[in-house]
């Protein structure tokens, strides 16, 4: 489903909306589900908790991850997204997906050889990189399938980050019909802040039918 893991150390504050990108960046955030059905999952699962964006960067690789976990889980339920690209290129290097959701777990884990993919990590990394301003096709890695899909542009709008409104742009992300193609039936948006750094403020992954909403925590 979507991304993460149950987190030892301490979490990181990421960096402070206008400030100029870094070489690591580490973004906190809480998250809620959505929808009817994922509301009545909330009723049995944990409906709200923690999650984590980061971007770590050594020996010329940049490595990616999705966390998003819950300190009310009583089963230890957690989804985890993440890869490792080459950080001139966004060449993929190796992509993987863990997750223990519903009392199901699984791990997918493989080297990307085909050339453009990314994963939802590494894809958000490369939207921040370069937002697009007119619909833009993209390859993405999800589960151990790639799948074609469409970053869309939408109308900029407003977002508060502790008691800050920030202006922000929306992006869509959805899978596309294309002949002898599977076709990617989860959905992600993402609301980038007007900044040098485009902080990522709110993250709205759907799959499986609940949607889990991530919202930007400010520093501190």
Not at 95 to 104: F, N, T
Not at 133 to 157: A, N, Q
């Amino acid at each position: 489903m979507f991304g993460a893991g149950l987190l030892a150390v301490l979490l990181l504050a990421g960096p402070a909306l206008g400030q100029a990108r870094p070489t690591d960046e580490q973004f906190r955030y809480r998250w809620r589900l959505r929808n009817f059905v994922g509301s009545i999952a909330g009723l049995f699962l944990p409906n709200q908790g923690e999650g984590e964006l980061s971007f770590k960067t050594a020996n010329g690789r940049l490595t990616s991850e999705l966390l998003i976990t819950s300190s009310a889980s009583k089963q230890g339920e957690y989804f985890r997204y993440g890869s490792e690209v080459d950080v001139k290129t966004l060449q993929p290097i190796r992509a993987w997906s863990a997750y223990a959701w519903r009392g199901e777990t699984k791990t997918r884990s493989s080297p990307v050889d085909q050339r453009g993919v990314l994963d939802i990590a590494s894809g958000i990394y490369a939207i921040r990189q370069d937002p697009p301003t007119k619909p833009r096709r993209m390859e993405i890695w999800s589960d151990g399938r790639i799948y074609p899909v469409v970053v869309i542009p939408l109308k900029d709008e407003k977002r508060k980050v502790g008691g800050r409104t920030v202006d922000v742009r929306h992006f869509s992300i959805r899978g596309v019909e294309i002949p002898e193609r599977r076709k990617w039936k989860g959905k992600l948006d993402l609301w980038l802040a007007k900044d040098e750094i485009s902080t990522p403020v709110e993250i709205l992954i759907s799959r499986n039918l609940a949607d889990v909403q991530m919202e930007l925590l400010p520093p501190g």
